[in-house]
Nanobody, 123 residues
Framework: QVQPVESGGGLVQAGGSLRLSCAVSGRTFSSYAMGWFRQAPGKERDFVAQ????????YYADSVKGRFTISRDNAKNMVYLQMNSLKPEDTAVYYCAAARDSFVSAASRYDYWGPGTQVTVSS
């Protein structure tokens, strides 16, 4: 069992950058694929990115490809989401989650979730 906790959200102008962090407690962190999701008000929770347990493979939603980068540090039990060229439509609560399977984008396939961190992009 693992427990993610996100940090690093905030208010940024369009075109700016933010780096989200996810600290994950639990001794089996390195065996989980880690993902980022986001949920805007009144909308469903959408997949953003995933990184496989060893960190050698990543998978992105088309809407963020080329702008966002997911990474992990297994020695520190950390996952990161570097977000560049932010747009107002990136405004959402961002969640970090753990999955036993790699290359999955459905929220139902993720077993453990953090409480979320708010990202607001002003125009």
């Amino acid at each position: 069992q693992v427990q993610p906790v996100e940090s690093g959200g905030g208010l940024v102008q369009a075109g700016g950058s933010l780096r989200l962090s996810c600290a994950v407690s639990g001794r089996t962190f390195s065996s989980y694929a880690m993902g980022w999701f986001r949920q805007a008000p009144g909308k469903e929770r959408d997949f953003v990115a995933q990184i496989i347990p060893g960190g050698g493979g990543t998978y992105y939603a088309d809407s963020v490809k080329g702008r966002f980068t997911i990474s992990r540090d297994n020695a520190k039990n950390m996952v990161y989401l570097q977000m560049n060229s932010l747009k107002p439509e990136d405004t959402a609560v961002y969640y970090c989650a753990a999955a036993r399977d790699s290359f999955v984008s459905a929220a139902s396939r993720y077993d453990y979730w953090g409480p979320g961190t708010q990202v607001t992009v002003s125009s």
